[in-house]
């Protein structure tokens, strides 16, 4: 219903008669419509209560002060006979930059994407890129135009400035993680209509070209339907999600940023070119200020990559290190870690042991209660036995339920202590067997393994719940 109004709505005002009551039958329906919008999303702000309530307010705000413009610019030549521009009218136009801007500001903190400093540097890249360009094309002649006062030029300036401001955050907003659902892709359809809006009135202003009827109506339509997406996005229901809080995405590039940020680097070397090819470089401090914007905002952005890269490959080196679901160091990281420690005992000239361990009648646990009861079992035993050992201590999982424990200047009585308290400290009243040997000094690492591997197998035999020692080995 709602779209069906609005679409008749807006289609309407193509067919209003143009001279009816000297032009104040357009003014006021566009008006209408847009202060309409403003009502429509603050309604649908308090009946929904999204989290981000006040950048919809702001949102609000500025859509009906813009909507108002018109209504005032009329007001201020037809009733008052005032004449010039720019006029009061643009303060009211000109407050929906402003509004837009911080209402995305506020959204963007209320989903957690405030400090997504990759999103964030893409959209300074596009905006300093398109930011020059609307400084060379638009502002540059602006300020050469004599007609204006000096306020005059600040005022139709702050046009192109409040569009970069707002393109910067609809694209940070884009570009950042959150949510994308019905309500997100009406507010960037809407602000992406403004934008659309302003670039096709600046261009016709650059090109000396004055609409008439039907095309000024056109263009005035793309605003209007900008005024209704507002509406939409904050009467949906999916606008209750829109400010939930999600996790910041990791820095990439997808073939869109890619090529939009090539775009956006491009554009002050091809201005400079344009340039030297007519012989006529007139902004050569704005492209020289642009271009180093640019490179110092492209090192950023290669820098976070890099950065990434760098934290993924230790993400990987961790988990090829450790166990996925006891998350003590796995078989790999025990062979790497054995000879360290005993190449450290020699040196020290400090005893070393070496413990294997192996939960009782595991697989009976397992037929008895599950497998997850089972993956239970071996966590709450690795962290438990973890919590009990010294910090020199290095307990990994060797296999199925077997554990290997080394342990630093331990003897054969420090480390029956040690699996003494490993023993009390095992959940669930479940029991192990442990074979412990203590290294000659000069056997190798496979050797002192397979020691304490045997004196397992004797502990098992022997009844389990016990440790055996292994036989010791001469070093002759």
């Avoid at 209560?49 to 950048?55: E, M, Y």
């Avoid at 796995?330 to 450290?344: C, S």
């Avoid at 054969?412 to 202590?417: I, K, Q, S, Y």
Wanted: aromatic share 8%; glycine share 8%.
């Amino acid at each position: 219903m709602w779209l069906v109004i609005t679409l008749v709505a807006v289609g309407g005002y193509l067919v209003l008669p143009s001279q009816t009551l000297d032009g104040w039958l357009i003014t006021g329906y566009k008006t209408l419509i847009g202060c309409l919008a403003g009502v429509a999303l603050v309604a649908g702000v308090l009946k929904r209560r999204p989290r981000a309530t006040l950048a919809w307010l702001l949102f609000g705000f500025g859509i009906t002060a813009n909507a108002l413009g018109a209504l005032v610019s009329d007001v201020y030549t037809k009733v008052f006979g005032g004449v010039g521009y720019p006029n009061i009218a643009d303060a009211f136009w000109l407050m929906l930059y402003p509004f837009l801007f911080f209402g995305v500001v506020v959204l963007i903190r209320a989903r957690g994407s405030a400090r997504d400093w990759a999103s964030m540097v893409d959209a300074m890249t596009v905006a300093t890129g398109l930011g020059l360009l609307s400084w060379v094309f638009l502002m540059v002649p602006v300020r050469s135009d004599e007609t204006l006062h000096p306020i005059g030029q600040v005022i139709v300036m702050a046009y192109p400035v409040g569009d970069i401001m707002v393109l910067a955050m609809l694209l940070h907003l884009m570009f950042s993680g959150g949510v994308r659902n019905p309500s997100f892709w009406l507010v960037c359809t809407a602000m992406g209509l403004f934008l659309l809006g302003d670039f096709s009135w600046a261009a016709l202003s650059q090109l000396d070209i004055t609409p008439s009827d039907i095309p000024t109506r056109l263009l005035d339509m793309i605003f209007l339907g900008a005024y209704a997406c507002f509406a939409f996005a904050a009467c949906h229901p999916s606008v209750v999600a829109l400010g939930q809080p999600s996790e910041i995405a990791p820095p990439r590039l997808t073939p869109i940023q890619l090529a939009m940020l090539t775009a956006a680097t491009m554009i002050s070397p091809s201005i400079l070119a344009i340039q030297v090819a007519h012989h006529d470089v007139t902004n050569g401090v704005a492209i020289v200020v642009g271009s180093v914007a640019l490179f110092l905002l492209v090192v950023t952005r290669m820098a976070q990559l890099v950065r990434q890269v760098e934290r993924q490959a230790q993400q990987l080196r961790a988990l090829a290190r450790s166990d996925a679901l006891t998350g003590l160091p796995n078989r790999r990281a025990l062979f790497d870690e054995l000879p360290q420690a005993m190449a450290r005992a020699a040196r020290n000239g400090t005893p070393f042991a070496v413990a294997m361990i192996d939960l009782d009648h595991f697989k009976r646990f397992n037929d008895e209660h599950g497998h997850q009861a089972g993956d239970r079992l071996l966590k709450g035993a690795a962290s438990a036995w973890a919590a009990a050992l010294r910090t020199v201590d290095v307990l990994a999982r060797y296999g199925g339920e077997e554990f290997v424990l080394l342990l630093p200047a331990a003897d054969a009585t420090l480390a029956g202590t040690a699996l003494t308290r490993l023993r009390a400290a095992t959940p669930e009243g479940q029991t192990f067997s442990a074979g412990l040997a203590i290294w000659n000094g000069a056997e190798s690492e496979d050797e002192l393994i397979g020691r304490a591997d045997r004196a397992l197998y004797m502990a098992k035999a022997g009844g389990r719940d016990r440790t055996e020692h292994a036989d010791p080995v001469s070093l002759s």
